[in-house]
T-cell receptor, first 111, second 112 residues
Framework: GENVEQHPSTLSVQEGDSAVIKCTYS??????FPWYKQELGKGPQLIID?????GEKKDQRIAVTLNKTAKHFSLHITETQPEDSAVYFC??????????FGSGTQLTVLP | DTAVSQTPKYLVTQMGNDKSIKCEQN?????MYWYKQDSKKFLKIMFS???????INETVPNRFSPKSPDKAHLNLHINSLELGDSAVYFC???????????FGDGTRLSIL
């Protein structure tokens, strides 16, 4: 089955700096890669997603890049703000047509 | 206005009891899911239903039984609760498989 690894597990940045979270996947048939943000006491919320026919996607301060050859994808957050502090999860949907999640990254943005 | 709603939000009960968690979505989606998030925040799919039919059933003990009375509802019944069942359970929905999923805010189950 699909295996998704996510790094780092914790990340602290100064407000205004950029944050990058990286994930690798194992199933070469995976074709859908969403990113979720989870705040304390809440459910995961989709923030951006990308499909395998696209190499990069941007939405304001958030961007995701995908390298199918290397089987890795990354989340980039620019001009971080304290409200960006949360746990971020990557996920991949492969041949099993279900989401396999990474282990999460606790992002802390220091004011 | 809540898109995916779960009840109850908190569930504290004793080992050996039977309990149910309810989920409803008002997004008109045809696919619903149950996930388990453990104490280390790891999220794992348990079940998925598409148009009321079970399509994904991961390796989950038989004590867990989902039921989908209609496309908008997916309930989870758990028999003979064990200490290891303590976790946060999330319901989610999407329009089709391999599509953006919308999550509820979870049910925190604590077994005494």
């Amino acid at each position: 089955g699909e295996n998704v690894e996510q790094h780092p597990s914790t990340l602290s940045v100064q407000e205004g700096d950029s944050a990058v979270i990286k994930c690798t996947y194992s199933d070469s048939a995976s074709n859908y890669f969403p990113w979720y943000k989870q705040e304390l006491g809440k459910g995961p919320q989709l923030i951006i997603d990308i499909r395998s026919n696209v190499g990069e996607k941007k939405d304001q301060r958030i961007a995701v890049t995908l390298n199918k050859t290397a089987k890795h994808f990354s989340l980039h957050i620019t001009e971080t703000q304290p409200e960006d502090s949360a746990v971020y999860f990557c996920a991949a949907a492969g041949s099993a047509r279900q989401l396999t999640f990474g282990s999460g990254t606790q992002l802390t943005v220091l004011p | 206005d809540t898109a995916v709603s779960q009840t109850p939000k908190y569930l504290v009960t004793q080992m050996g009891n039977d309990k149910s968690i309810k989920c409803e979505q008002n997004l008109g989606h045809d696919t619903m899911y149950w996930y388990k998030q453990d104490s280390k925040k790891f999220l794992k799919i348990m079940f998925s239903y598409n148009n009321k039919e079970l399509i994904i059933n991961e390796t989950v003990p038989n004590r867990f039984s989902p039921k989908s009375p209609d496309k908008a509802h997916l309930n989870l019944h758990i028999n003979s609760l064990e200490l290891g069942d303590s976790a946060v359970y999330f319901c989610a929905s999407s329009q089709g498989q391999v599509q953006p999923q919308h999550f509820g805010d979870g049910t925190r189950l604590s077994i005494l």
